[in-house]
């Protein structure tokens, strides 16, 4: 079945510093979302990307869609200790599914 | 707040029990997914159901059983318990638009701990 591979798994950034995990697929993805699990809490939707080439910003956060429609990014600028949590990907889990596969997250852990 | 509710917050059981975890979705969402996540762990697709009826099933063992009910709501069984179900479990809900995948919301989750 169709797999989303992320990575880094962890990442441990000073605060100020950047912070950029992908998110890649074995087959094309229709789109693709981006969750946000804060510690201890449940995931939260951040955003849906659907276009080819697509980027989204939303202040400091920066998601790309890839042109092949097969990976994705997101970029953090200027990480903040509210930044820290696990955020996954997640896309269709076959043509035409509502199901979601979820990436295993990255990690985000920021030092003060 | 995402407007899912998931009951009970915490669970502590022993091996061989059996529990019922329930979720009620958001309002006017019709379908309920859940998922599992253990330590350190992605979410792992159990099962979803669509106003009413199985739609799709993912790494769900055949002790653990689902279902959704008339007014939406849905419960997940978990029988014959084994230390390794302990997890955080998680509902979703969505709407279902035909053509795209949904943004799903996520409940607050019920940690399992099986003794």
């Known amino acids: 079945g169709q797999q989303v591979m992320q990575i880094p798994q962890y990442q441990h950034v000073q605060e100020g510093e950047d912070f950029t995990t992908y998110c890649n697929s074995s087959?094309?993805?229709?789109?693709i979302q981006w969750y946000k699990q804060r510690p201890g809490g449940h995931p939260v939707f951040l955003i849906q990307?659907?276009?080819?080439?697509e980027v989204k910003k939303q202040k400091r956060l920066t998601f790309q869609f890839g042109e092949a429609k097969k990976n994705s990014s997101l970029h953090i600028t200027a990480t903040q200790t509210t930044d820290v949590g696990t955020y996954f990907c997640?896309?269709?889990?076959?043509?035409?599914?509502?199901?979601?596969?979820f990436g295993k997250g990255t990690k985000l852990s920021v030092i003060p | 707040d995402s407007g899912v509710t998931q009951t009970p917050k915490h669970l502590i059981t022993a091996t061989g029990q059996r529990v019922t975890l329930r979720c009620s979705p958001r309002s006017g969402d019709l379908s309920v997914y859940w998922y599992q996540q253990s330590l350190d762990q992605g979410l792992q697709f159990l099962i979803q159901y669509y106003n009413g009826e199985e739609r799709a099933k993912g790494n769900i063992l055949e002790r653990f059983s689902a279902q959704q009910f008339p007014d939406l709501h849905s419960e997940l069984n978990l029988s014959s318990l084994e230390l390794g179900d302990s997890a955080l479990y998680f509902c979703a809900s969505s709407v279902v638009t035909s053509g795209t995948t949904d943004t799903q919301y996520f409940g607050p989750g019920t940690r399992l701990t099986v003794l």
């Open positions: 087959t094309t993805l229709s789109n």
């Open positions: 997640a896309g269709p889990a076959g043509a035409g599914s509502y199901q979601l596969t």
């Open positions: 990307l659907v276009k080819s080439g």
